[in-house]
């Protein structure tokens, strides 16, 4: 058995640059899932993920409605019955790369820079998901069995907000019925920190329309007498938070579980300091609940931030148009035991409560999911850090992350698995934003990791 | 001289149709001067209009800096060194047609409409331009010989804020020189009411640079701890005004005129309503400062507007993005004795005062002009009233106007030369927005008016 590791681990440091070579094909695919346009590309990164599962003897490929952005199933059951069954999820779609003028070099033409890997979708999450296939292919590959049983659960909009993954889950809840689910769709706090996180915020994503005269006016003409759509947006934005930065919704914190003193002084180990968030996002001075620190800020608080903002003339210029309407993204990151449907509705009374008279407001749903917290000492949770430790050879920390993966809340409610959530994103991966990377040595190593913990489950 | 006056006015008549063909003809180059990618099309304009005038017997033609948007000057000197001379002022540059998917037609593909012509620039101002012109058509290809002097100066930057036109005025005040200037860039009342401004409106416009974080972030992995720059930038805006409308800028109103009740009582005459100006707007409520009518406050005080906002992900669906800077076009419509170099600091004054430590914030100034107001029992203003009063059968009325014409400023400061302006811009004529339109009766009672005129002035 322990030849088997060894083989395994060779093999895949043998083939490092060459999985390497392959994330790159796999990253040079744009398959931006928020845009028809992109439609063919999405699919054509969902076929490449599953050529790899056939490469390795996955069986019961399979694709999933919808046709343009399938949910990939695949399964491996050879290690029997009486072996431990893991549910792999993975997504292989991607965020827009807008705007692009602020790449330094091609978003969907991966570069490599220093230790990185630059493109859309390196970190979030191409990388990740080809560690997994590549951790499979290591084991299998170097003449060894994998000790477990797998199944594949890859989808390809969860940048869109999974609009059918909840569905997928209830309906084929005995096809990936498993003992739990290793989601790589989270972060490590370094590249020297290993981490397991146990709890994921949850998100509420809105469209605010402000709507004032029926087209635009001369600003001359007619101002000093319409209530600017523009101003009024910023009045009701502005009133959404008081000076402390906390959220004025009614009702927006009842919900929200108390920090007891023991989990907040585990958070204050975590080596996350304000001027390492000083210097990572280049911000002045940090902002928000002073009550908190920005460890219990980013991980055990909610927020409502304004993700886009529009309104009138936006060109090079001066136009002196005084707009027919102003319109914001908003979101909301929700912590336990908040509930996203109860945002919308408090979102609904502040508005009720705020819009002024001079003004009609309509309210858009985009995307929700809930929060999710996990117990920390599972078997599969154990296996995890023994597997982690040996593999960076500290012992991984664990951790509230302020990002949403809806799916690790629906695979609780919906079939009653755990994840262990050990993804490698870096806090500086520019996940989201221009001039996205994935930092190779961390792929590397969650590769091996994940090819030591499929022996531990043998013991 | 009667006999001149009804030939010349006979041959408008014969001639309206082809007027308005020639009009057509005008509108339907897209001079947008706001773009670059429309230079040639903004030179084309002007070509047009010397055309006209060469055609009309015009002498000393000439076009002045810059090649692209030149300024173009003519005159017609034959009434001799008693008769009075008189500046005709215009411009040949319109507004950005954006956003062509509200408009009904083309914008540059002149369309006929009931009473009204539709087309970008119709009403701002190539409408008036081109009435001008056939006024001057009329008495001189109908046997007749003109009993005033004029000067042309018709300008390609009016709606970028005329850059070149302050220069212009200064270094050739000689060969502009002219008792009083006719300026038709400002509006009617309504068509059957003659309207002549006394008072017009400043401007001062400014961009404003909200900078956070230094590139764009995951709201999951930061939000809570970093000031998001559109909710900072929503925050500055709406504390640039109080509950009741009033503009909190230090300072902004200390050199406003107050309004005596006989200016009011005569202001109070105006025919615009309440009902008129929600019924006109479409909005569900007026908005602004209450100890003040909606005819004082679009005439007699400063506002400050937002032109347009920007942050982060505008685009379909959802994108999960805490952006790194937000924008925001603002700007002042300024009131005697307001002067635009002040603004600029108000505003810095309040930034200083209430941007938050947690982002960066810079100002930049686009146009300005300052507010003007005139004589309103000159010759040449009776004259007009005369002029107007036999053209529409009604006495004209005298207002105070919110739009900005600077050209009527920088005359009076630099050339000591007062305007008249009475411009057929309709209220509803969507100048600056979609569908633009001039309302084709009252193009046609401008050229007749300006005929008369021409004519009192002989006397």
């Not at 994503?205 to 000093?224: A, M």
């Not at 909301?332 to 609904?348: F, H, M, S, T």
Request: proline share 7%; net charge negative.
């Amino acid at each position: 058995m322990s030849q088997s590791l060894d083989n395994a681990l060779q093999f895949a440091q043998k083939h490092a640059s060459r999985f390497v070579d392959q994330l790159g094909e796999f990253v040079s695919i744009p398959s931006v899932s928020t845009t028809p346009e992109r439609f063919g590309d999405v699919r054509r990164a969902g076929e490449w993920v599953a050529d790899q599962l056939r490469g390795l003897g996955m069986k019961n490929i399979q694709f999933f409605p919808p046709d343009t952005h399938p949910i990939i199933y695949a399964e491996y059951l050879e290690a029997g019955p009486d072996a431990p069954t893991a549910l792999l999820y993975g997504h292989y779609d991607v965020q827009p790369a807008e705007p692009l003028d602020k790449w330094h070099s091609d978003p969907f033409s991966p570069t490599i820079r220093g230790e990185n890997m630059i493109g859309r979708g390196a970190s979030d999450m191409k990388g990740q998901v080809a560690a997994t296939l590549f951790a499979v292919e290591s084991v299998l590959k170097s003449g060894g069995k994998l000790p477990i049983n797998l199944k594949f659960m890859i989808e390809g909009e969860e940048e869109i907000g999974s609009p059918h993954l909840k569905d997928f889950i209830a309906e084929h809840r005995d096809l990936i019925a498993s003992d739990f689910c290793i989601n790589t769709d989270t972060g490590m706090l370094s590249p020297t920190q290993p981490t397991i996180v146990y709890a994921l915020r949850g998100l509420a994503y809105f469209e605010l329309h402000v709507h004032g005269p029926k087209q635009d006016l001369h600003s001359g003409i007619y101002g000093g007498t319409v209530h600017n759509p523009a101003q009024a947006l910023a009045e009701l934005i502005a009133g959404m938070h008081d000076a402390n930065g906390t959220v004025t919704l009614p009702g927006f914190y009842d919900k929200v579980r108390t920090l007891d003193p023991e989990e907040r002084a585990e958070l204050a180990r975590l080596p996350l300091e304000g001027d390492t968030l000083i210097a990572r996002t280049g911000v002045p001075q940090l902002w928000g609940e002073a009550e908190f620190t920005p460890t219990e800020r980013l991980g055990a608080r909610p927020t409502l931030e304004i993700n886009g903002m529009y309104s009138g003339f936006i060109g090079t210029g001066a136009k002196t148009v005084l707009p027919a309407y102003a319109m914001a993204k908003i979101s909301c990151r929700l912590v336990p035991d908040q509930n996203a449907a109860d945002i919308k509705g408090q979102l609904e009374a502040y508005l009720k409560a705020h819009a002024p008279a001079t003004i009609r407001w309509e309210l858009l749903e985009h995307v929700h999911g809930n929060p999710s917290i996990s117990d920390r000492n599972s078997r599969w949770v154990q296996a995890m850090m023994q597997a982690q430790e040996t593999a960076w050879g500290v012992r991984p920390i664990f951790r509230r992350e302020g990002g949403s993966v809806p799916v690790v809340t629906d695979l609780q409610t919906l079939a009653g698995m755990e994840s262990i959530n050990i993804g490698v994103g870096l806090p500086d991966d520019n996940q989201h934003g221009p001039d996205e990377k994935l930092h190779l040595p961390s792929f590397h190593k969650l590769i091996e990791s994940l090819v030591r913990f499929f022996y531990i489950l043998d013991k």
